[in-house]
T-cell receptor, first 116, second 111 residues
C-alpha cells in the first residue's frame, strides 16, 4: 500500500460530460502529481501541485483542470469529455518541493475512465 | 517527442537467470533516473533510483546502471523470480519537477 488513495476506481460516462477524480496523498507529502496512461502508452505527465500551488504543467488539455486543497487532497476535473480521454489516470505524491532528488513518486492505484 | 524510450515492449526470461531492461533518454538535462514496477490493476511501485553523479546503484537483486555518455540506463534483476513478472517503467527527471516516463517493458519470468 503506497498510502496514496484515489477515488473512484472506475468511472463510465458519456461524451460531453464532466467528471472529477480525487486523490489523497501520503501522509506528510506536500506534492501531488497527475498522470494519464492511455492504452499501450507510457505515463504522460499532466500537472503538479505543491502545497496548494501549481508548480509544473505537462501535456494537460485546456478541458482539464486540477487543484490542491488546504488539506492537500487534489482533484482533477475533466470536462467536455471525448472518446480519446478514456484512460487510466494516476495520482502520485512525494515529499519533495524543488525537484525529485531522493524523493521518488508514490502512486495510487488509479482511476479508470471510460468515455462512451 | 519521446524523451525517454524503452524500445523493448516485452521480455521473457527463465527463472533464476538475469533480466536486463533497457532505457534510453535524449535530454542531457536529466540527472535523476528511476525504475518502477507495475502489476495489473495497481499503480506503479518505486523500485530503485540513481543520480547522474553515480554510474551504478544496487539494492538487493536489483541494480541500475547509468551510462551518461550514451544516455542509457539499464535495470538488472538477478536472479529473476516469477513474482518479478510485471511492466517496468523507467523515468527521468531534472530540477523542473517533471518526471518523464517511458512506455514500459513487460517482463515475463518463466518458471
Amino acid at each position: 500500500d503506497s498510502g496514496v488513495t484515489q477515488t473512484p476506481k472506475h468511472l463510465i460516462t458519456a461524451t460531453g460530460q464532466r467528471v472529477t477524480l480525487r486523490c489523497s496523498p501520503r501522509s506528510g507529502d506536500l506534492s501531488v502529481y497527475w498522470y494519464q496512461q492511455s492504452l499501450d502508452q507510457g505515463l504522460q505527465f499532466l500537472i503538479q501541485y505543491y502545497n496548494g500551488e501549481e508548480r509544473a504543467k505537462g501535456n494537460i488539455l485546456e478541458r482539464f483542470s486540477a487543484q490542491q486543497f488546504p488539506d492537500l487532497h487534489s482533484e482533477l476535473n475533466l470536462s467536455s469529455l471525448e472518446l480519446g480521454d478514456s484512460a487510466l489516470y494516476f495520482c502520485a505524491s512525494s515529499a519533495a518541493d524543488r525537484g525529485p532528488y531522493n524523493s521518488p513518486l508514490h502512486f495510487g492505484n488509479g482511476t479508470r475512465l471510460t468515455v462512451t | 517527442d519521446q524523451q525517454v524510450k524503452q524500445n523493448s515492449p516485452s521480455l521473457s526470461v527463465q527463472e533464476g537467470r538475469i533480466s536486463i531492461l533497457n532505457c534510453d533518454y535524449t535530454n542531457s538535462m536529466f540527472d535523476y533516473f528511476l525504475w518502477y514496477k507495475k502489476y495489473p490493476a495497481e499503480g506503479p511501485t518505486f523500485l530503485i533510483s540513481i543520480s547522474s553523479i553515480k554510474d551504478k546503484n544496487e539494492d538487493g537483486r536489483f541494480t541500475v546502471f547509468l551510462n551518461k555518455s550514451a544516455k542509457h540506463l539499464s535495470l538488472h534483476i538477478v536472479p529473476s523470480q516469477p513474482g518479478d513478472s510485471a511492466v517496468y517503467f523507467c523515468a527521468a527527471a531534472s530540477g523542473t519537477y517533471k518526471y518523464i516516463f517511458g512506455t514500459g517493458t513487460r517482463l515475463k519470468v518463466l518458471a
